[in-house]
C-alpha cells in the first residue's frame, strides 16, 4: 500500500477557521473508537523553580471555585479538568510571592487549548493560565514554542511556563504542576456517515496531524489498522483535520478526546 502524504500549509489553514458556531449541536461530527490509552497534560516548569509552587497552589484554589470548571465548560461543553480543588492551598505562600512577569510558552497548533487568530491569543489554556496568574497579581507574556522543544525553552530561559506538555515529553529535568487534563485519541467520523467502527475506515483516507504522526503507529492494533487504510493525509493543525472532514476531504481523522470535546460540544 502507498501512503500519501500531504502536508497542508499553516497559514491556509489559520485563514480558514471554523467559527464556533459550527461546533455546536454536536459539531456533526461522531467518536467511533478510542484509539490509544489516556494521558495527561502538565504546566512544566525549570528543575527547581518555585515558580511550580505559586502556580500549583494557584491552580488548587481557583479549582476548589468554579473558575476552572466554568472554563472548561465553555471551551468542552463539560468539566475536563482533573486538577483537585484545595482550598487555602496559597495560604502558606503570599508572604514569598514575588511580582513578576511570567513568559508563558504556548504552542499555538495546539487548537482548542491554545492559538492565534484575529490578532488575539486565545485558547482553553490561555484563559487558564490568565486566571493563575490574574489571582498571583502577576503580568504575563506569551511565547509561542513548539510543543516538542518545550524542556529546551524552558532550560533556555525563554520561557518560565510551557503549557499542555504531554506526560512523554515529561523528562527528570523538568517540574511540572499536577495534571489539568486527562486525554485519549480517538476516530472521529462525520455524523452522517456509514463508517461506525475502526473497521469500516478499511481502503478510506484518514486525517493526521503531523504532531500525532507517531500515536498512529502506536498500540497492538495500530499496523493492521494502518495497513488497512487506502491513504493517510497529513494536516498541519487539528484545525485542518476539521476541516478536511468536514469537506470530505477524509473519511475519519485521528485526534485527542479533549480536540473531539471542543468541536462536538
Not at 190 to 211: C, F, N, P, Q
Request: charged share 20%.
Amino acid at each position: 500500500m502507498r501512503i500519501r502524504r500531504a502536508v497542508i500549509c499553516l497559514a491556509l489553514c489559520a485563514a480558514m477557521l471554523l467559527p464556533m458556531s459550527a461546533c455546536g449541536g454536536g459539531g456533526g461530527f461522531r467518536i467511533i473508537d478510542e484509539y490509544s490509552g489516556e494521558g495527561n497534560y502538565y504546566l512544566a516548569f525549570r528543575k527547581g523553580d518555585r515558580l511550580r509552587e505559586y502556580v500549583s497552589a494557584a491552580m488548587e484554589e481557583l479549582a476548589a471555585t468554579s473558575t476552572l470548571r466554568t472554563t472548561s465548560i465553555s471551551w468542552f461543553g463539560e468539566n475536563l479538568v482533573s486538577v483537585k480543588g484545595r482550598q487555602g492551598a496559597m495560604e502558606d505562600l503570599w508572604e514569598s510571592k514575588p511580582d513578576r512577569t511570567v513568559i508563558v510558552g504556548i504552542d499555538l497548533s495546539n487548537m482548542p487549548l491554545s492559538f492565534f487568530t484575529g490578532g488575539v491569543y486565545q485558547g482553553f489554556d490561555v484563559d487558564m493560565i490568565g486566571y493563575i496568574c490574574g489571582y498571583l497579581g502577576w503580568n504575563m507574556v506569551f511565547y509561542p514554542i513548539e510543543m516538542a522543544n518545550a524542556e529546551v525553552e524552558l532550560n533556555a530561559g525563554n520561557i518560565d511556563i510551557a503549557m499542555a506538555v504531554p506526560e512523554d515529553l515529561i523528562t527528570s529535568s523538568l517540574d511540572t504542576s499536577p495534571a489539568y487534563l486527562t486525554s485519549q485519541y480517538v476516530l472521529v467520523t462525520r455524523s452522517g456517515s456509514h463508517i461506525r467502527s475502526r473497521s469500516g475506515m478499511k481502503g478510506k483516507i484518514l486525517g493526521v496531524s503531523v504532531a500525532d504522526e507517531e500515536v498512529l503507529y502506536k498500540g497492538k492494533k495500530s499496523e493492521k489498522f494502518v495497513s488497512s487504510l487506502g491513504s493517510i493525509i497529513y494536516q498541519t493543525n487539528t484545525e485542518g483535520l476539521f476541516q478536511a472532514l468536514m469537506k470530505g476531504e477524509v473519511d475519519g481523522i485521528l485526534v485527542s478526546s479533549v480536540v473531539a470535546a471542543y468541536y462536538m460540544k
